[in-house]
């Protein structure tokens, strides 16, 4: 009994750190888009440089990726939980 219990507390907090690290994912993603954004306006009136941009981009291309894996994890883990 003492080992089933343990086993469900464990799988409902393996759900729920899933879930948050979706979460933390996605406010992520919605920062680095905002920063791409504020890099790109001074680019226009050539203020920033290309380089910037760039940079900007690759920080986002490297964190959206995530969310995949993050929600595969997430379900797995409300299989488990079953």
Known sequence: MADTLLSVRTAYDDVLLAAEQIAVNEASVQLLTRELDDVKAPVRCRVSSAIDVLRAR????????SFDPGAQRLSHRQNNLL
């Open 58 to 65: 690759v920080e986002l291309a490297k964190r959206a990726p």
